[in-house]
Structures are given as structure tokens and as C-alpha cells.
């Protein structure tokens, strides 16, 4: 697996370290074109300095989609973009009192694939997902989405809209797991801190969550093979995605 290539992003957020174009450095197709930089980014959640936000401004973005539930946006509401109106499209992810009352990493690891079927299985968040994917394809400017850790929410529309550009499966995959390596910093202070409050057992059953796994995408997939064939009938059919506005949003998104 290739190593992030970091001097290529557009720009690095101190404030938001998953922050980047989903595009990466430009993602090949099945086509033999590329994914289009600078059109559409993802991010954890926008607890920006004003030099990030900013920054953020500059590239011209003009719509953010939070996929949060409504108890995260009101713990810790976005700090709003230059030029970019605030959307909320709420998708459920793993509540973090769940996480509490977890007991063992096998636990752990069964609550996200539940979180990860849901994406696929349960309406509400397709819903969402469908709503994020038509507002890309039909709002000008560049735009972003996000949930709190940039991880399972919107790393799992990040590689819905990869795959249905035709980006490879391995590339898809790639991207996924760079959450590993930007949020790491971040994850393992975390993990120091319940380290030291709750004990090392309870390390364990926390980090099961703070990781993009290869697994947990998998589940998706395979709820999606199971309900809808493939992407584009899960997009289509599951998501309501009209098929006008996919294939603006493929060729918004395509070079």
C-alpha cells in the first residue's frame, strides 16, 4: 500500500487533520480518466482556527454537509466556512455511550459492522446519503462533507462516490484507510488518555471505533451486493438518487 501522498493535497488543516479532497491526487478511472481535484473534500468535524477556516474559504466552497447526529452538532457545531452554507443531513453512527458500555474488543467489532450494515439497510440514512450525493450533483462550487471523525460516515460516501466513478477497488480501499494515518496523532492521544482514566482493558474496546477498518467497508459492500447488486443500483434504487442527477454528478466529478 502506497504511503498518503501529502505534498500533493491542496492544502493541510492544523484544525481538522482529516481534512482532504476526496479526489486525493487525482484517483484514475476505470476509464482511464481521473477524479476531478478540487470539487469535493471531506473532513471530520470543523473545529476550525480562523486560519484554517480561512484557508477552507479559499477554495471556493460554497456548501458544507454535516453528517452528524443532532447531539454532536450541538456539542461541538461547525465553525463556519467563508462563502459555504451550513447543511445537516444526519446520519446514525456509533453513539458514544454505547461505546461505554461496551466490555470486550469482539463487542466493539460487532457494533460497527451493525453501524456499517445500517448505512445500507436503514432508511434514514439513506436518505441522508442520498440527499448528500443529489445536493453534489446539483449545487455549484466546490463542497464538503463531514462527520466527526471523517472516518465511517463519510468514509463510506467517500468511497460510494469513488466506486461509482470507477475508481479501482484497491484505490478505493487506499483511500478508506488513510484515516489510519492523518487522524493517528489524534486517535492515540485519545487512547493515552482512556489508557490512563479507564485502564488498559477498556484500550481495547475504544479502538475498535477509532479506526477506518478494511473489514467494516467490506460489511457494507456485502449489504449492498445482498439488496441492490451493485453501487449504482444502491445509489439509484436504495438512495433515490434520480438517475439524471448521477450522471451529473459523475461528470462533475470525472476529468
Known amino acids: 500500500m502506497c504511503e498518503p501522498q501529502i505534498g500533493e493535497e491542496l492544502v493541510r488543516l492544523a484544525s481538522a487533520d482529516n481534512f482532504r479532497d476526496v ?22 468535524e470543523l473545529q476550525l482556527t480562523d486560519a484554517d477556516a480561512h484557508s477552507l474559504g479559499g477554495l471556493g466552497i460554497t456548501a458544507v454537509y454535516d ?8 456539542a461541538h457545531p461547525d465553525v463556519p466556512v467563508p462563502g459555504a452554507a451550513w447543511h445537516h443531513l444526519a446520519v446514525g453512527g456509533i ?37 448528500l450525493l443529489t445536493r453534489v450533483a446539483t449545487t455549484d462550487g466546490a463542497q464538503l462533507f463531514h ?3 471523517g472516518k465511517d460516515r463519510t468514509g463510506w460516501a467517500a468511497a460510494v462516490v469513488l466506486g461509482l466513478l470507477g475508481v479501482p477497488d484497491e484505490v478505493v480501499l ?41 473489514a467494516y467497508l467490506r460489511t457494507a459492500y456485502d449489504a449492498v451486493a445482498a439488496s441492490y447488486g451493485d453501487l449504482r443500483g444502491y445509489a439509484l434504487d436504495g438512495l433515490g438518487v434520480a438517475p439524471a442527477d448521477l450522471e451529473a454528478l459523475l461528470d462533475r466529478l470525472r476529468e
Open 174 to 214: 487506499e483511500d478508506y484507510l488513510l484515516t489510519n494515518t492523518f487522524s493517528s496523532a489524534t486517535r492515540e492521544k485519545y487512547l493515552g488518555l482512556i489508557r490512563e482514566n479507564l485502564g488498559p482493558d477498556k484500550v481495547e474496546v475504544y479502538e475498535a471505533v477509532m479506526v477506518a477498518d478494511e
Open 95 to 131: 453513539p458514544m455511550d454505547e461505546v461505554a458500555t461496551l466490555t470486550t474488543g469482539e463487542e466493539s467489532l460487532a457494533a460497527m459492522h451493525r453501524v456499517y450494515r445500517a448505512f445500507v439497510e436503514e432508511p434514514d440514512a439513506r436518505a441522508a446519503f442520498g440527499a
Open 147 to 149: 462527520c466527526t471523525a
Open 23 to 44: 479526489a486525493g491526487s487525482g484517483h484514475p478511472t476505470a476509464d482511464g480518466g481521473r477524479v476531478r481535484r478540487g470539487v469535493l473534500f471531506r473532513s471530520n
Open 67 to 74: 453528517l452528524r447526529g443532532a447531539h454532536e452538532v450541538q
